[in-house]
């Protein structure tokens, strides 16, 4: 059985209010689990004081890169090809796992780290290590505790259905606790950022995707790439995810697989909500790509998106994507196969 992994890393601060706002389910599962995470927190809480201790504050302009399409579109692919420019810096697994203590960490962490950060994913092929590009969502829930993610971790009740259905912001609902999430994620990027000296970075996450009028607000000059895949492949795969991802995770019992329906109407939600979004931005400051073209041409779709995002694509880099190419030539992707009925339902729910 793997770890809690999400929720290892944070602070014990965090879980505790975690823990006292949505309750354990007192069995021998969840509370094995609920211990495991406390110690590990316990371990967070003290590395991140002494960064603390030591920290002088990060202050510079923030000018992020960011990919907020939905869950299995090709975000992952995209943003594995962007952490090989030597010009981009992307949020790491280590980064978003101890994203208190990340500067100094390290050389502590890794040896108690890396039998869990090593191997593929829990839901596909894609491999792990600790300076794989990594979403910033995992960061900000731990960092914070609030995060949709919360009510996959601690399901609300029996049959509450999809966990991302009745949010359209994605964001903390009190203007306190959305005070410190933006904060939050601002201090983050900074740290990322200063990581890498002064690089820019490149954050991929689809929660971002109900989130564009604050994360416009908080990075005025961000640019984003978004990606579309045929819904026929990213419903399917997505239902599998979550299912995957709250296995391995709950810290509670209660609530209940999604169907495929809820899923495929949240993507049509997100995906709707995202692209009315950025028509609204100037040119340079999005572009759009297919994932079947990236799939197929990734040297050749990457460079056109750069260029629309004003990029410059140098030697070093078309050498390095040409390399990961041939090196990922053998991945396999998981494969759905879709009754007709299955494929009609998706096809309902966004109308097409």
Same mark, same amino acid.
């Given at each position: 059985m793997r770890p809690p992994y999400l929720t290892v890393g944070m602070r014990l601060e965090v879980l505790a209010n975690l823990v006292r706002r949505h309750g354990v389910t007192p069995t021998p599962r969840y509370l094995g689990r609920l211990a495991f995470c406390t110690q590990a927190a316990g371990w967070s809480s003290l590395v991140a004081a002494l960064e603390r201790r030591h920290a002088r504050e990060i202050s510079a302009p923030l000018d992020?890169?960011?990919?907020?399409?939905?869950?299995?579109?090709?975000?992952?692919?995209?943003?594995?090809?962007?952490?090989?420019?030597?010009?981009?810096?992307?949020?790491s697994l280590f980064q978003t796992t101890l994203p208190d203590s990340f500067l100094s960490s390290r050389p502590y962490a890794e040896p108690l780290l890396a039998r869990a950060m090593s191997g593929p994913r829990p839901m596909d092929n894609v491999q792990l290590a600790f300076d794989a590009p990594q979403e910033d969502e995992y960061a900000l829930y731990r960092l914070t505790g609030r995060s949709p993610l919360t009510r996959l971790i601690f399901p609300r009740a029996p049959g509450q259905g999809y966990f991302l259905d009745g949010d359209d912001t994605f964001l903390p609902r009190s203007p306190q606790a959305r005070r410190s999430w933006e904060?939050?994620? +601002? !201090?983050?990027?900074?740290?990322?950022?200063?990581? =890498?000296r002064?690089?820019? &970075?490149?954050?991929?996450?689809?929660?971002?995707a109900a989130r564009l009028e604050t994360l416009l607000r908080l990075f005025p000059s961000a640019r984003f790439l978004h990606i579309r895949r045929s819904p026929l492949a990213v419903v399917p795969s997505t239902l599998r995810m979550w299912g995957i991802?709250?296995?391995?995770?709950?810290?509670?019992?209660?609530?209940?697989?999604?169907?495929?329906?809820?899923v495929a109407r949240a993507y049509g939600r997100i995906t709707r909500r995202l692209e009315?979004?950025?028509?609204?931005?100037?040119?340079?400051? +999005? !572009?759009?790509?297919?994932?079947?073209?990236?799939? =197929?041409?990734?040297?050749? &779709?990457?460079?056109a998106a750069y260029a629309e995002l004003g990029l410059p694509v140098e030697p070093e880099l078309e050498r390095a994507m040409a390399a990961f190419e041939r090196n990922n030539r053998a991945y396999k992707k998981n494969r759905y196969e879709l009754s007709v009925a299955q494929r009609d339902l998706i096809l309902d729910e966004l109308g097409d």
């Amino acid at each position: 059985m793997r770890p809690p992994y999400l929720t290892v890393g944070m602070r014990l601060e965090v879980l505790a209010n975690l823990v006292r706002r949505h309750g354990v389910t007192p069995t021998p599962r969840y509370l094995g689990r609920l211990a495991f995470c406390t110690q590990a927190a316990g371990w967070s809480s003290l590395v991140a004081a002494l960064e603390r201790r030591h920290a002088r504050e990060i202050s510079a302009p923030l000018d992020p890169i960011i990919i907020p399409s939905h869950w299995r579109t090709g975000t992952t692919l995209v943003h594995q090809l962007m952490s090989l420019d030597p010009h981009l810096a992307c949020p790491s697994l280590f980064q978003t796992t101890l994203p208190d203590s990340f500067l100094s960490s390290r050389p502590y962490a890794e040896p108690l780290l890396a039998r869990a950060m090593s191997g593929p994913r829990p839901m596909d092929n894609v491999q792990l290590a600790f300076d794989a590009p990594q979403e910033d969502e995992y960061a900000l829930y731990r960092l914070t505790g609030r995060s949709p993610l919360t009510r996959l971790i601690f399901p609300r009740a029996p049959g509450q259905g999809y966990f991302l259905d009745g949010d359209d912001t994605f964001l903390p609902r009190s203007p306190q606790a959305r005070r410190s999430w933006e904060a939050a994620l +601002v !201090a983050f990027v900074a740290r990322v950022q200063h990581q =890498a000296r002064g690089r820019r &970075v490149v954050l991929k996450n689809p929660f971002h995707a109900a989130r564009l009028e604050t994360l416009l607000r908080l990075f005025p000059s961000a640019r984003f790439l978004h990606i579309r895949r045929s819904p026929l492949a990213v419903v399917p795969s997505t239902l599998r995810m979550w299912g995957i991802v709250a296995g391995d995770n709950t810290l509670r019992r209660g609530g209940a697989a999604p169907t495929m329906r809820q899923v495929a109407r949240a993507y049509g939600r997100i995906t709707r909500r995202l692209e009315a979004g950025l028509a609204t931005l100037p040119p340079g400051r +999005v !572009a759009t790509i297919r994932f079947e073209e990236l799939e =197929a041409r990734p040297l050749e &779709v990457m460079t056109a998106a750069y260029a629309e995002l004003g990029l410059p694509v140098e030697p070093e880099l078309e050498r390095a994507m040409a390399a990961f190419e041939r090196n990922n030539r053998a991945y396999k992707k998981n494969r759905y196969e879709l009754s007709v009925a299955q494929r009609d339902l998706i096809l309902d729910e966004l109308g097409d």
